[in-house]
């Protein structure tokens, strides 16, 4: 018997639990041996006709200390107790998976290196993208690359508000609401919104492929609330959506990273993701240009990411060494210095004409006029601020 745990029965929780069961014969076929959740650790109240009612436990002591527990699935989120109990089941010398990008974006750097001087692992294909392989083919399929730059939609909830925003010409607070009903949303819903979630994701990928790490803190990061009809609009005047785009970019030995809604032409790959799937693009200099797809949020497509690393523990009782190195100063460059085109919004054309040089006008209503600029860098930007009502780089 091999025996699992899993912390936290939520979402993503129940799924893992909901995969084990479902798939028990393959995987113990794949294994060899049958995979068991011997406990489950939750503080609510479990319905006793619930199938992993008898083994939920308050107790964290009673995984820390069994000795049958091989690998534990952390999958409760938040950087409290994830970050002890993480902390603790490494030092003992378990393996641990998740899907906490909160916990890896934030204590990564700390506990991967934990996990290798116990010689465990701490693995995390959930956290970025639910069940799209990315982490495990950035580190391994593509190591053979320099990876230039990563842009992605990386965030479920809000790539399903902005297609319910396009397609249907629904309303921001409707659709979100849609999204949580279907498990997409966070708890705390504006870790979506104002773009926090995809922000941790876009850390994690840029500290795994660049190999340092990037802090959250240092990331330009704008939501999708600000996000209106008349922007829905413009962007359909240019043939074009907006979503909500993570991007790290490697120049000059430093890295730009944002996440924000940017502008994107129809047709492009990015453009045609939709509803809660996530698209990820990567670029490197020897595969070119790769793209990964799929559904990146919910309780199964997550939870298919964290049984694949529980398998992968069970199979390779080895340390992965998934790692990186702590931040250095000045690593991570001012993403306002970077170059962009830029849609903009003004009601003094006049003004913005004679002062930048402008590739296309796009459309006049109610006295505004949208522009699209030449390649510039938000800095330039704001030094006209006072003429331009607002802005949304394309990609
Ligand atoms: N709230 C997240 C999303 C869940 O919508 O993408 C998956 O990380």
């Known amino acids: 018997m091999l025996n699992v745990a899993v912390m936290g029965y939520g979402v993503v929780g129940s799924g893992v639990c909901e995969v084990i069961r479902t798939n028990a014969k393959s995987l113990s076929e794949k294994l060899g041996d049958r995979v068991e959740v011997k406990y489950v650790l939750d503080i609510k109240q479990v319905d006793p006709a619930d ?33 002890d109990y993480t902390k603790k089941l490494l030092l003992a010398g378990k393996h641990v998976v998740t899907s906490n990008k909160e916990l890896v974006a934030t204590k990564g750097t700390e506990l991967l ?14 956290s970025v993208g639910g069940g799209i392989p990315i982490i495990r083919p950035l580190y391994s399929c593509l190591a053979a690359n320099e990876i230039t730059r990563i842009t992605g939609i990386l965030n479920g ?49 840029a500290s795994l492929v660049f190999g340092k790490e990037v802090e959250c803190d240092k990331i330009k990061t704008v939501g999708i609330t600000g996000i209106t009809e008349s922007d829905v609009a413009y962007a359909e005047a240019m043939d074009s959506v907006i979503k909500l785009i993570g991007q790290a970019e490697l120049k000059d030995g430093k890295v730009y990273v944002s996440v ?24 490197g200099n020897a595969i070119g240009e790769v793209v990964f797809y799929g559904p990146g949020a919910g309780k199964l497509p997550t939870a298919s990411a964290v049984v694949a690393d529980i398998i992968d523990c069970l199979r390779n009782d080895r340390n992965r ?8 100063n000045g690593f991570v460059a001012d993403s306002e210095n970077n170059f962009g085109q830029y849609l903009l919004i003004t009601k003094d054309p006049a003004s913005v004409e ?4 402008i590739r296309e006008r796009i459309t006049v209503t109610d006295g505004e006029c949208a522009f699209v600029t030449e390649e510039i860098t938000e800095k330039q930007l704001q030094t006209i601020s ?10």
């Open 321 to 328: 060494e998934y790692c990186w190195t702590p931040a250095e």
């Open 113 to 126: 290196k934990i996990a290798k001087d116990h010689n465990v692992n701490y693995l995390f294909e959930a």
């Open 386 to 395: 006072n003429s331009i009502l607002k802005y949304i780089k394309l990609c």
């Open 260 to 283: 924000e809604p940017r502008v994107i032409k129809k047709g492009t790959p990015l453009a045609s993701i939709d509803d809660v799937f996530n698209g990820i693009m990567v670029n």
């Open 157 to 205: 909830t809000t790539n399903y508000i902005l297609t319910k925003m396009f397609r249907e010409g629904a309303d921001f607070a409707t659709a979100l609401k849609e999204a949580q009903e279907k498990g997409y949303a966070e708890r705390n819903p504006s870790a979506d919104v104002d773009g926090i979630d995809a922000c941790r994701k876009i850390a994690i990928l």
């Open 354 to 357: 004679q002062k930048l040089t």
């Open 51 to 83: 199938p992993e009612a008898s083994k939920i436990t308050s107790d964290f002591e009673q995984i820390l200390n069994d000795p049958e527990v091989m690998v534990v699935a952390e999958v409760m989120g938040g950087a409290t107790f994830a970050y």
